[in-house]
């Protein structure tokens, strides 16, 4: 574990558990097998925990470096989301955190909803999340789709124009589908609403 101690003194705030198989490639890369690593805040309270079974340090980029990562992320020691892809990045000292390929999140005091995205991007100093690329999010009630997608603390997703978006029948078939304008969907109360660009017009729906 002395390979791994003396990178993780640049990276504050920061628990790494994680087998002892790890391989020096060069000064620059470091690879380790089989990560458990937990983000803490400043005033300790955890942000988000990752997993991955294949990840590099860059110690020239201070880059983490994921392959198959699964992050679970906090509010109040409790997990609120937790999500997968095919890779990721973890930089400026742990605060950004990029996924790549084939994205799944999932809600946990929400049921059966997932929002999947090419990309996520998440400032840890902030409470928004980014998500580009085939934006697909979907429920017993909805399915709505958009190329770029905001999701907030408050569990808002934003859906940027244009919008399409399908409501479900009591069988799960599709019974109604059309486009619109920027989509809010609230995972609360299970209502998705309509703007217009010049904000005039407003529709909600409620399942």
Known sequence: MTNIFRFIIFIPFLLLGCTPNVIEENKLVQKIENLDMNIFSKKGAKIYSIRSTDLTFNNSKLKFELEKPTVKI????????????????????????KMRGNVKLRTINQDEDFLYADNFIWNTEETKYLLEGNIRFENQNIILNSSKAIMD??????????????????????????????????????TVSFNAKDKRVKSIIYF
């Open 74 to 97: 906090f509010k109040e020691e409790e997990i609120k989301y937790i999500i997968i892809s095919e890779e990721s990045t973890i930089s400026d000292n742990n605060r950004l955190l």
């Open 153 to 190: 603390s408050d569990n808002i997703i934003e859906f940027f124009s244009p919008v399409k978006y399908i409501i479900k029948d009591e069988n799960n078939k599709n019974r109604y589908e059309t486009n619109s304008e920027n989509a809010y969907y609230d995972l609360d109360t299970e």
